[in-house]
């Protein structure tokens, strides 16, 4: 089955950019989606289709995705941003909906 | 606005069954898939099942196919869960989601706890 993998944890300074790779065989031939959660709280979707942002959610929020790895970018962090950060895709050679390890982004 | 609302969840022992609810609102329900995904305690997202909008076709992850169904209720804007021979690997929250257009998770209910133990 199709693996997504995301490093456990990410730190970065408030105002400095943050960035999380999401590395899968290939994954710049899939759409990649972005999911946010806070402790207690459901996710919020963040990123949908590589780059796409849905409303509500601020342009510091930007995607890529090329070759083996999907990356989203938070700019001039804040520590609002502080949480578990998801990529997901759908896997088309085995109608599975996968989502990454995750990524527990602290704000120093 | 949308809002996902889970119930249904507690506690069961192994071998059990238990069944889940999401109440929609906020959208026309029949036009969209609809998902769950559960997340153990401390661990991440797992996908658990979909269904299309007219529940032509229903999809499962390996941990629980053959387990657990996936249903819907047009009329009532509901979404089910119907899971069997409950494991304690099952222990989790468990979150409804509306499909998005580009196969995205668009919205989340808060979830429901089940605990499968003894």
């Known amino acids: 089955s199709y693996v997504l993998t995301q490093p456990p944890s990410v730190s970065v300074a408030p105002g400095k950019a943050a960035s999380i790779p999401c590395g899968g065989n290939n994954i710049g031939t899939k759409t990649v989606h972005w999911y946010q959660q806070k402790p207690g709280q459901a996710p919020v979707l963040v990123i949908y289709a590589d780059s796409g942002r849905p409303s509500g959610i601020p342009e510091r929020f930007s995607g890529s995705n090329s070759g083996n790895t999907a990356t989203l970018t938070i700019s001039r962090v804040e520590a609002g941003d502080e949480a578990d950060y998801y990529c997901?895709?759908?896997?088309?050679?085995?109608?599975?909906?996968?989502f990454g390890t995750g990524t527990k982004v602290t704000v120093l | 606005q949308v809002q996902l609302v889970e119930s249904g969840g507690g506690v069961v022992q192994p071998g059990g069954s238990l069944r889940l609810s999401c109440s929609a609102s906020g959208f026309t329900f029949n036009n969209y898939g609809m998902h769950w995904v559960r997340q153990a305690p401390g661990k991440g997202l797992e996908w658990v099942a979909f269904?299309?909008?007219?529940?032509?076709?229903?999809y499962y992850g390996d941990s629980v196919k053959g387990r657990f169904t996936i249903s819907r209720d047009n009329s009532k804007n509901t979404l089910f869960l119907q899971m069997n021979s409950l494991k304690p690997e099952d222990t989790a929250v468990y979150h409804c989601a509306k499909l998005g257009g580009y196969g995205d998770f668009e919205y989340w209910g808060r979830g429901t706890l089940v605990t499968v133990s003894s």
């Open positions: 997901q895709v759908w896997d088309s050679s085995s109608d599975h909906y996968v």
């Open positions: 269904i299309r909008n007219d529940a032509s076709n229903t």
